[in-house]
């Protein structure tokens, strides 16, 4: 493969990603319904739970500690310190960057390479990991809710519906609801811990059921109404989901390929000949490669964030 060719087909790889990415822009569309729902929970939560965050110490997700943090705690990692899992990717940046530079190839590009990749591969476990968890706890909502109605049908209070369905639930739900009944029985009230329980979970679900909880508590209204409503909101949204998954999936693929290309058309060309590793060294070498790394973050940023929202819608 020539070099100017491989430059074309880095461009036309970086332009699949982004027309991909518009592709996914419809298939994310919500109905009205969907997005009143969602800013009923996003209202939810930001009130009643995610401004608690600000009052809770933990690091704001906007920076490197926080983000990192958060998607160690959304992972089900519980950590030894707060700063642990973004000390861990600056281990794995350092690590790479050293076996790509004095071990193999020896070459700074290389390490710089490894280094992102390696920052690249933490991530995506994390991401992977968070989504898994996320999705199994969202399918054992149901049980808590149906144990909870039970028990307040039965006159016991919210904090009795909640810690008699502890033991009844499974991991990785049922590990957090253990660390609730925990903090209760060392006399954390219960707005506290259910405060706590939504801060450490990815669900907007089981944020919204939190945020629910607690203002029935707070305002003594029946909370079975509410459960029942949340429980018909979930079905209803669980339907769509499935749909909207099957959507993504035939896309992914395509993505996937589109993403690799890019790098591995890179590698190819730099050790295919002298003269390509002469190019990328010129002015000219770092222009090209500037506008296919622009373009390629840029496309797999848009289809990321657009993939993301056909799966949050």
């Not at 809770?56 to 030894?80: C, E, I, M």
Request: net charge neutral; aromatic share 8%; charged share 15%.
């Amino acid at each position: 493969m020539s070099l100017a060719l491989t430059i074309i087909v880095s461009i036309l790889a970086a332009t699949v990603i982004l027309f991909l990415g518009l592709g996914l822009a419809r298939i994310g569309g919500r109905s009205k319904d969907e997005e009143e729902y969602s800013k009923l929970i996003s209202e939810l939560t930001q009130s009643e739970v995610e401004a608690d965050n600000d009052k809770s110490g933990l690091p704001n997700v906007k920076t490197w500690t926080g983000y990192w943090f958060r998607l160690a705690q959304d992972s089900g990692w519980h950590q030894v310190s707060v700063g642990s899992a973004s000390r861990l990717a600056l281990g794995i940046i350092l690590f790479a960057f050293l076996i790509g530079y004095f071990v193999w190839p020896q070459e700074i590009l290389a390490g710089l390479g490894f280094a992102v990749a390696g920052l690249i591969i933490y991530r995506t476990f994390l991401i992977a990991k968070a989504k898994a968890r996320k999705k199994l706890m969202e399918k054992q909502l149901p049980n808590l809710i149906n144990g909870m109605r039970a028990n307040l049908q039965a006159n016991l209070t919210p904090q009795q519906a909640i810690l008699s369905q502890v033991d009844e639930i499974p991991a990785p739900l049922g590990d957090e609801l253990q660390i609730l009944r925990q903090e209760i029985n060392v006399n954390v009230p219960l707005d506290v811990s259910l405060t706590n329980l939504a801060l450490r979970v990815p669900s907007r679900e089981i944020k919204f059921l939190v945020s629910s909880i607690k203002i029935a508590i707070a305002s003594g209204v029946d909370l079975d109404p509410q459960l029942k409503i949340i429980q018909e909101i979930i079905v209803q949204r669980a339907r769509i989901a499935n749909s909207l998954a099957s959507a993504v999936a035939s896309v992914q693929p395509s993505i996937a390929v589109a993403a690799v290309a890019i790098p591995a058309g890179f590698i190819f060309s730099y050790y295919s000949s002298e003269n390509n590793r002469d190019f990328w060294a010129q002015p000219l070498g770092w222009l090209a490669l500037g506008v296919i790394g622009l373009l390629y973050a840029v496309g797999l940023f848009i289809s990321r964030k657009l993939v993301q929202r056909v799966e949050d819608a």
